[in-house]
């Protein structure tokens, strides 16, 4: 009887602290610092380089919350230019934005540039490629996941007991990226477990098509019993199928990659110019870094005091299963 009069008093006295008028409705206490707290703030996005599916789709959701939300969206652009981007980070370090989002062109150009802007109170987001240096948050693929799911799809098909010559071509991107170096490492130790499995090539194509086309050409020339090839991007890697079906090869080599899972790349799969793309989901990916801006700028904890990592799930595309509903384009994402 005691507990049931103490909670009925507490009832009362949340009622009086609260008054409902069923009425009247009730304004959400949550909402206002909610907006206000976000308000008026500066994130800016620095990518590899604007014009291509993964950054314009990222660009396209970011500005829409923005807009939505009442912060500043801003884009500095550095054209691929590394050297840019270092000099695009020194001049936001004296600016002071709230956020800072990087997309890195390797793991270590920009990493003491990020702890200085974390020092001079900037919080920083990493987007789907890191530095050594980690930040307050990283949002994107597990590239060493990607590598291992790549990997053992040529293990099957081109491993023991396939009846295939096991030999196994890499087409890197940029060897330095993150995506690169953790995606070659899943490689190397899934391909060390089956003796049957050589790797003839590996060459890095620095995620220009034309360069893939001219390394596969070659390839195929030294070894014309290639059982598959394995890439860092999907947009870099149809270069390789294109020299491999010129080369009436592509029924019997598995191309296999990465991307962001846009229209485009699955049309090159419909064409038979890949085989399988591992997708790390470029919208779902827009969502996520959505609500880590979000969480970030409402975050009273300083820039560098805590750590966030989000991979974003991963999706195989093939042609079993592409279709209209499968993959994005730019025009529904804006």
């Known amino acids: 009887m005691k507990i049931r009069t103490l909670f009925t008093a507490a009832v009362l006295a949340v009622a009086a602290a609260f008054p409902l008028h069923a009425d009247e409705g009730l304004d959400n206490p949550s909402r206002n610092p909610y907006y206000e707290g976000l308000k008026g703030k500066r994130v800016v996005f620095i990518p590899l380089a604007m014009g291509f599916d993964l950054t314009e789709g990222w660009a396209a959701i970011m500005r829409k919350q923005a807009k939505d939300l009442g912060y500043t969206l801003e884009i500095r652009d550095p054209n691929w230019s590394t050297d ?62 990607v590598g291992y799911i790549e990997a053992d799809e040529l293990v099957k098909r081109c491993g023991t007991g396939s009846g295939k010559s096991g030999k ?22 899934t391909f060390a477990k089956d003796p049957a499995i050589k790797v003839v090539s590996e060459q890095a194509a620095q995620y220009d098509p034309a360069k893939a086309r001219a390394i596969m050409e070659t390839v195929l020339q030294q070894h014309p019993d290639l059982c598959g090839v394995v890439g860092n991007w999907d947009n870099q890697d149809v270069g390789a199928g294109a020299a491999i079906q010129a080369a009436g090869k592509d029924k019997d080599i598995f191309v296999v990659t990465s991307g962001g899972g846009n229209q485009i790349g699955c049309d090159n799969i419909s064409k038979g110019l890949l085989d399988m793309i591992v997708s ?55």
């Open 84 to 145: 840019a981007g270092t000099r695009a980070l020194t001049a936001l370090i004296a600016e002071k934005p709230d956020v800072i989002i990087a997309h890195n062109p390797d793991v270590q150009s920009y990493a003491r540039l990020l702890k200085r802007a974390m020092d001079a109170g900037i919080k920083v987001i990493q987007l789907n490629l890191e530095s050594v240096v980690p930040t307050d948050a990283y949002i994107g693929a597990d590239w060493s996941r």
């Open 168 to 189: 196994i071509a890499i087409v890197r991107g940029q060897p330095t990226a993150a995506s690169d170096l953790y995606e070659l490492y899943a490689y190397k130790q």
């Open 280 to 334: 790390y989901d470029v919208p779902l990916q827009g969502d996520a870094i959505n609500q880590q801006i979000v969480q970030t700028l409402l975050n009273p904890a300083k820039a560098g005091q805590s750590k966030a990592t989000y991979y974003t799930p991963l999706t195989l595309l093939t042609k079993d299963n592409i279709g209209s509903r499968t993959c994005w384009t730019l025009d529904q994402l804006k």
